[in-house]
């Protein structure tokens, strides 16, 4: 059965869903029936900037078994806390004794149906709002698996959990999906990647959402390099408890077209998030970003750091919406965005938006674009340095700032590997 | 902590000097409206088509689907055109007294007599007194209103009239093509200067009467200009439209600067479309305050089409009850060496909205283009709301954009440190405002300076006392 089929005929769906997801809960059940029908109904998402039509995802026969292709390789082996995912199947998953008997849960979320149902039920789509958007419907529907993971009150997990979703060349549709919950007064260090094989194109929709409950902290690293055919619709969403926090550290780089979104609700007195956004587009990659804060309680406070680097014909768009409503005294937020061009053919737009109906508050943005420094490359040349080195010494020198604040080292070395793959290619 | 208003939402020069047109149409707009406009001012032919084409554009075009809210703006329910008396005054004499009356109130003989070149001052739909000083005469630079450069200086007129935006740019260009009456038409010679300002005041008086003004301004090589407009309009229950449209053409070298501040009634839908063309090394400078309106869209615009041009927008905004200042700037840089810089204050009190809405576009070729927008937004209330979104593209990578903002309430620590000095909170908030606004006050010409302060204060004290 191919997506053309799926999509034109609700029935085809509903018999697909049975199919596939045979042995879940009916609750379950039922959310996939409605969201794959939420799918089929949605015309594409309306993007400015962004034109859906002219891709022709529906051609992407999404709803095919993987077929047998060359396995992945990747370097995660330093990972103590992790699970790894291939093509939705658990390959590999560790987590020290000690965490495990705290009550820490790290499963794969098909797992996680049987062994913390009520925790799945009552937080699977909690945060994001699937039915309003095509590709999360289509996530929220046919999710194939992804991460589960639960840290109970009061504890501190202080080994990063590397978790790890990746796609082999034979799978068109990749809907990894992730559901991290830090309950009241804990604290836990994340990291995910998001692989695939190059091969033919494929349609990938992932789905994120964090729930930090009161006073819980929650660092989330995210470093996503899916293939060049990979067409990319990427959702993220968090919820922050009273005086709860948490920290966004995202690395794209990966994907031919990358729709991204990762949005922090703050509707608990206290709550602070922070995000840095690390974005590289090269070749004729498509890269639509979008970063919002929406405060809603009083005394919440965000901070969103963007900086891109664009080069060849690649094309960004990032789109940072601070948004803040009554009654959310004494919000502080603010948002900084820079883009470096390395490249005539290239194009940078931003939108650093701020709405604002709260007058206590204190909000701000700044947002800019440029070249690099032509009297610095002149500089380091003349020291011997040749010019595709000088540049990289100035790329080097523009993301350190935001890449060197990233906590994780496992996941700060990853991004820099990234970086420089991204400047040789 | 208890804010005064900063302006209040009495409107000041809300009077009200009954209906003295003479010529009125019925409301509504139909092909019969449009062709008797150009009947009654007896246009060419070329003008009747351009008209009629405009209309079928307006019909066509959607309402914008984004900005400010315009529904209860309903197109039947407005009078397209108003002639206030049968001819032109030539002197002051021949100016109907209670239009004379009206002029006295807001200042206009002192500062035409003192400073002014010439005042072209718009009365309802057409410029009713216009002169010109005898010295701007002599350096061949014309300044009229728009119907009578049409009949007067033909072949000027036709070459740019249109051509910076035309009717199809959006449904209110395409409006006010089909209905445009009046308005200012400025032209300077080649290498000439103009050390003393333009000056038009318009006015809305009839109530639904819409306005549509249509401003053309040529700035030949090397030349400098300064044009000035102000608004002020009486109250009226019921909404009142105002949509112009502002062709500026700044060619090599050439200066431009066009001074608007606007104090529309609280009824006021003002939806006005403004773009300059900037070439070779030319300057294009928009100032605009917008305090007045019940809707105002505006975006003053400076495509940058030479090397080495420049554009400004300096603009502030005050938003309050019911109100929403929906403004911005473009800057469209299509050459290579070319600059722009924006600077936007907004100010909302008692539930206004005020909306900073600007694109800053680098294109393909506009090699060491470089931008600096910076917006600044100070809400006075817990009702009043705010938005900034500022639009950047670039595609070229040897420009280099910035942009800021903030949204800020007055600092508790500024209102202490002068309360503590013996100030009230009513004048120190007054004097965080004036400080916040002086940008924009300073770059004002004298008599707009003074004015724009009488006001301020006028009302803020109003508010207080």
């Known amino acids: 059965m191919n997506s053309v089929t799926a999509q034109k005929n609700p029935a085809d769906v509903r018999h697909l869903l049975e199919q596939r997801f045979r042995d879940e809960p009916l609750w379950l059940a039922a959310r996939r029936r409605e969201l794959a029908e939420a799918y089929v109904e949605h015309p594409l998402p309306p993007r400015q900037r962004t034109p859906l039509k002219n891709r022709k995802l529906e051609q992407i026969p999404i709803f095919d078994a993987p077929a047998s292709a060359a396995p992945l390789t990747w370097r995660d082996a330093g990972d103590e806390a992790h699970l790894r995912l291939v093509d939705g199947v658990e390959e590999s998953r560790h987590l020290p004794a000690t965490l495990t008997e705290q009550g820490v849960l790290l499963l794969s979320l098909a797992e996680a149906i049987r062994i913390a149902p009520q925790l799945v039920e009552q937080y699977l789509g909690s945060v994001i709002d699937e039915r309003s958007d095509k590709f999360q419907a289509l996530n929220g529907a046919f999710w194939q698996n992804g991460l589960f993971l639960y840290v109970p009150p009061r504890t501190e997990v202080t080994l990063p959990i590397a978790v790890t979703h990746a796609a082999t060349a034979g799978l068109a549709g990749f809907f990894p999906r992730t559901l991290i919950i830090a309950d009241r007064q804990s604290r836990v260090v994340v990291s995910e990647r998001y692989l695939s094989a190059p091969g033919e194109r494929s349609l990938v929709s992932a789905a994120t959402e964090i729930i930090a409950l009161d006073g819980a902290s929650v660092q989330y690293g995210s470093i996503q390099q899916l293939a060049p055919s990979a067409e990319t619709f990427s959702r993220r969403a968090g919820r922050v408890g009273r005086d709860a926090r948490i920290d966004w550290n995202i690395g ?6 990358l729709v991204a979104e990762h949005q922090t609700i703050l509707d608990q007195p206290g709550g602070q998030t922070s995000s840095l956004t690390v974005f590289f587009g090269g070749h004729h990659q498509h890269q639509d970003y979008t970063a919002e804060s929406r405060h809603v309680a009083p005394h919440t406070g965000s901070n969103m750091v963007a900086r891109g680097v664009m080069k060849d014909h690649a094309r960004s768009v990032f789109t940072g919406v601070t948004d803040i409503k009554p009654g959310a005294v004494g919000t502080d937020g603010r948002q900084k965005e820079q883009t470096l061009m390395l490249s005539p053919h290239a194009r940078a737009d931003a939108i650093p938006s701020l709405l604002i109906e709260e007058r206590d508050v204190y909000a701000a943005h700044s947002a800019s674009a440029g070249p690099a420094d032509r009297s610095a490359i002149f500089y380091l040349m003349g020291r011997g340095i040749p010019e595709t080195e000088a540049i990289r010494l100035i790329v080097h020198g523009f993301l350190a700032p935001v890449i060197d604040s990233i906590p994780l080292q496992s996941l700060r070395d990853e991004v820099w590997e990234a970086v420089e793959r991204k400047i040789r290619g | 902590m208890a804010t005064k208003p900063f302006v209040s939402d009495e409107y000041q020069y809300g009077f009200n000097d009954g209906d003295v047109g003479v010529l009125k149409f019925q409301r509504g707009l139909t092909r019969t409206t449009v062709e008797n406009i150009s009947r009654i001012k007896q246009e060419p032919p070329w003008m009747l088509d351009f008209r009629l084409h405009a209309l079928d554009v307006f019909w066509k075009k959607p309402m914008p689907g984004w900005g400010a809210n315009l529904k209860p703006l309903n197109f039947d329910d407005i009078v397209y055109y108003v002639k206030p008396s049968e001819n032109q005054g030539r002197t002051w004499e021949d100016v109907p007294q209670a239009i004379k009356d009206t002029f006295e109130r807001l200042g206009i003989p002192e500062a035409e007599r003192k400073f002014l070149a010439g005042v072209s001052a718009q009365y309802e739909s057409e410029v009713v007194y216009h002169s010109i000083r005898r010295d701007l005469q002599e350096k061949g630079i014309i300044f009229t209103d728009t119907d009578s ?24 260009a395409a409006l006010n093509s089909a209905v445009w009456s009046g308005g200012s038409f ?8 103009t050390d003393i300002p333009l000056q038009a005041y318009f006015r809305i ?5 819409g306005q549509f003004e249509r401003t053309l301004i040529i700035a030949e090589d090397d030349s400098f200009g300064h044009y000035v407009e102000g608004c002020t309009a009486p109250i009226y229950a019921s909404e009142s ?6 062709e500026i053409i700044v060619k090599d070298n050439a200066r431009m600067r066009y001074t608007t501040v606007q104090n529309w009634a609280p009824n006021v839908y003002n939806l006005v479309t403004k773009r300059a063309v900037a070439y070779q090394n030319a300057t294009m400078e928009w100032v605009d305050g917008n305090i007045g309106s019940k809707v105002t869209m505006k975006y003053p615009a400076v495509y940058l089409l030479g090397e080495g041009a420049k554009g400004m927008v300096l603009s502030i905004a005050v938003s309050g009850k019911g109100q ?13 060496n070319t600059t722009s810089t924006v600077l936007s204050k907004s100010i909302s009190q008692h539930g206004g909205k005020t909306t900073y809405r600007g694109l800053v576009h680098f294109a393909k070729n506009a090699d060491a283009a470089k931008s600096n927008v910076k917006c600044d937004t100070l809400l006075l209330d817990d009702l009043s709301t705010s938005d900034t979104i500022p639009y950047s593209e670039v595609e070229n990578a040897n420009a280099e954009m910035e942009h800021e903002a903030t949204v800020t309430r007055v600092s508790e620590e500024a209102l202490f440190y002068l309360t503590s000095r013996g100030l009230s909170e009513e004048e120190a908030t007054r004097m965080i405002v004036m400080g916040f606004i002086e940008p924009f006050t300073r770059e004002l010409p004298m008599e707009f300076a003074v004015e724009m302060n009488r006001l301020i204060k006028f009302e803020m004290e109003g508010a207080i006392g």
């Open chain 2, 149 to 172: 450069a049409l009949r007067e200086y033909p072949e000027i007129f036709r070459e740019y009239f249109g051509t910076i935006i035309p009717p199809e740019d959006n449904k209110f």
């Open chain 2, 324 to 336: 929403h200042q929906d403004t911005g700037a473009k800057m469209i840089h299509a050459a290579p």
């Open chain 2, 205 to 209: 008086n009839s109530e639904n009467m």
């Open chain 2, 186 to 193: 400025v032209y300077i010679p080649k290498g000439v200067k």
């Open chain 2, 241 to 246: 439209l105002h949509s112009a449209v502002v």
């Open chain 1, 252 to 257: 794209e780089f990966g994907g031919g077209l």
